[in-house]
């Protein structure tokens, strides 16, 4: 049985940080791409970052490279995102995803088949 479980969202302030966490189940991350998608009121969801199985090669939207860390624990089957300078934009639900795939740009940039409960990211003064 497939299981993402996210943690780590919360309320910042603009300029702050903040790292999701996901742990996955059912799946072996030597193999299979994971990545984050996220979801803002009234917008479509969009592929954020994700990570590559085989040689750990990543993708990020435009939107948050240079401000954004996508990362993996192979071991622990834990992936996590590091987000430093939120802005009020970044305030949607951060979700987990994983497919049978080995890339990241694949990942992100289609319909992931797994998804997790979702983390809320709030970034407000």
């Known amino acids: 049985q497939v299981q993402l479980v996210e943690s780590g969202g919360g309320l910042v302030q603009p300029g702050g940080s903040l790292r999701l966490s996901c742990v996955a189940s059912g799946f072996t991350l030597y193999y299979d791409a994971i990545g984050w998608f996220r979801q803002a009121p009234g917008k479509e969801r969009e592929g954020v970052s994700c990570i590559s199985s085989i040689d750990g090669s990543t993708y990020y939207a435009d939107s948050v490279k240079g401000r954004f860390t996508i990362s993996r624990d192979n071991a622990k089957n834990t992936v996590y995102l590091q987000m430093n300078n939120l802005k009020p934009e970044d305030t949607a639900v951060y979700y987990c995803?994983?497919?049978?795939?080995?890339?990241?740009?694949?990942?992100?940039?289609?319909?992931?088949?797994?998804w997790g409960q979702g983390a809320q990211v709030t970034v407000s003064s």
């Open positions: 995803v994983i497919d049978r795939t080995h890339y990241s740009d694949y990942l992100c940039q289609g319909v992931p088949e797994y």
